[in-house]
């Protein structure tokens, strides 16, 4: 015999709970249903991550938290992030998260306003590079930025990406400046940086084809 049950707690005698007493037969197998009300979200000593989740949430009550929607320039070689100064995310919506390394908390919420002008998707199966042309966030040689997946890689269901048909091994990023608990939050930039096309940072670039401003760049 199976019985479920549904509760809030686990702190409470689930023999004689429910609408009716029951006694307990030994060997029984008994299922009990708890509300889940909140969901956490990681951050590496990256600062930045990307994050979705099949629940609406609310990341309001984390004053150390910025969330960020993100979109892809025209010619596909820059993303803009841009501030959701709700911290309310939509369910099964990728966002960019960033605060310093640790867990924060979202309260699950029955819905959340649409994040519009946002290029993140949500990978609901297993991606392959060599199938899809996509980038994902990630932190290579020190250097942040959205890289291309490789033809041998694979994205995870769940996991939040970029899809474009575009040449660049990695596309830089800026921030929205945003002013959050009483300081300043400097832009990320790394327009003046430049990089290999394998994404590699040049501290003194020579000759060479290098990645500047978003753009390709020719130094003879």
């Known amino acids: 015999m199976l019985a479920i049950y549904y509760t809030d707690s686990y702190n409470i005698d689930w023999r004689a709970y429910g609408p009716f007493n029951f006694n307990y037969i030994p060997g029984e197998e008994v299922v009990l249903f708890r509300k889940v009300t909140t969901q956490s979200a990681s ?13 609406a949430l609310d990341f309001s ?5 910025t969330v960020y929607t993100a979109t892809v320039n025209a010619a596909k070689m820059k993303v803009s992030l841009h501030e959701v100064t709700s911290k309310k995310i939509p369910a099964n919506t990728a966002v960019v998260l960033h605060g310093t390394q640790g867990t924060y908390t979202g309260s699950i919420v029955e819905t959340a306003e649409n994040l519009v002008g946002n ?23 020190g250097v942040l930025g959205f890289y291309k997946l490789s ?3 694979k994205l995870e269901a769940g996991k939040a990406y970029l899809t474009l048909n575009a040449s ?31 994404g590699r940072r040049v501290m003194y670039p020579s000759r060479g084809v290098f990645i500047h401003n978003g753009r390709k760049v020719v130094i003879k």
């Open 43 to 55: 951050i590496t000593s990256a600062e930045y991550a990307t994050f979705s989740s099949p629940y």
């Open 168 to 198: 660049a091994p990695m596309l830089t990023f800026t921030a929205d400046e945003v002013t959050s608990v009483g300081h300043a939050r400097s832009s990320v930039k790394t327009d003046s940086l430049y990089f290999t096309l394998d």
């Open 119 to 141: 290029d993140l998707k949500v990978a609901t199966s297993e991606m392959s590079g060599a199938e899809h042309s996509i980038y994902v966030l990630n932190k290579k040689n």
């Open 61 to 65: 009550a984390e004053s150390g938290l």
């Open 151 to 153: 033809n041998t890689g």
